[in-house]
């Protein structure tokens, strides 16, 4: 079990609402708010910053469910698509910082970069980019974008972290971690459709909503390295970590809204009450 968090924190949860919450939700918002404390706070954000997934009968429902299960969170709620305005903000301080480029790279020319160059170097998200567009000459980039050729905006990585230097963060249960977001390589910070990326969206909204411990699964710990050097290349507070266990199924598998698993709204239509989904997450308080 993770230790035990230090109290009058202010925390959050921040599902996504593209389905319904499982067991595994459940758990990390009950984390989540034990983990406030007393005197603390407990925050609900929605993350629905991609419109082709996201749907507000999800949102409605992942409220609904909290609810049910007993949860209270500070009003108003947090959405990030209607936050855009902080993140173009964010971004065009990164870009101030000449550390950001715009790159007109399809899924295609990545793979066939990859394939040509013989070496696929991976980061925790997938294969690392292979940096095709982090040398363009800027005047001919910004035609094509004048042109309204569709382009994403990567982060520089290497300049990034040389600017920013050595770092590190706190975290529950690794103690003391050295940040190392060079493994991730060039991440995408916006796209055209979405103009921002869940990496810039957690790190500005954690610091907007004054957030002092993040807890979230630990399939989320790699990305805390990138977070940690946004917020010092935007100047923003750092949050201390907790990764929490990850709940399986019975065959060790581990719980996703795309499996078809066991939903909270599902539990409740089979009339199980609160305590006994609680206890089927095996949270303790
Ligand atoms: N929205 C993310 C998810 O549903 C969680 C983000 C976070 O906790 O940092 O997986």
Request: with cysteine; net charge positive.
């Amino acid at each position: 079990m993770a230790k035990r968090s230090p109290k009058n924190s202010v925390t959050r949860f921040a599902p996504s609402p593209t389905g319904y919450l499982h067991l595994g939700h459940a758990y990390s918002a009950l984390t989540a708010a034990a983990a406030s404390g007393k005197g603390g706070k407990f925050h609900l954000r929605i993350e629905d910053i991609d419109p082709t997934r996201s749907r507000p009968e999800f949102e409605d429902a992942i409220l609904e469910d909290l609810a049910w299960l007993g949860l209270k969170w500070e009003k108003p709620v947090m959405r990030q698509s209607g936050r855009m305005d902080a993140y173009h903000e964010a971004l065009k301080k990164l870009e101030r910082k000449g550390i950001v480029y715009p790159c007109f790279c399809t899924r295609a020319d990545i793979k066939a970069e990859i394939a040509r160059s013989g070496t696929a170097p991976h980061g925790p998200d997938g294969p690392i980019y292979p940096g095709i567009c982090r040398d363009l000459d800027p005047e001919k980039s910004q035609q094509r974008i004048d042109k309204g050729e569709s382009h994403a905006i990567r982060l520089d990585m290497t300049r990034a972290a040389a600017i920013a230097g050595p770092l590190s963060f706190q975290d529950a249960s690794h103690g003391t971690v050295k940040a190392q977001p060079e493994k991730f390589g060039d991440i995408v910070l916006a796209r055209k459709e979405t103009p921002t990326s869940y990496h810039l969206a957690v790190t500005v909204d954690d610091h907007e909503q004054g957030v002092t411990l993040v807890t979230r699964g630990a399939d989320l710990f790699e990305t805390t390295h990138v977070h940690r050097l946004l917020q010092r290349l935007l100047g923003l507070d750092t949050p201390k970590y907790s990764h929490h266990r990850l709940l399986t199924d019975d065959a060790g598998r581990r719980l996703a809204k795309r499996d078809g698993d066991i939903t909270i709204r599902g539990l409740r239509g089979e009339h199980y009450t609160p305590d006994e989904v609680r206890a089927m997450t095996g949270f303790e308080s």
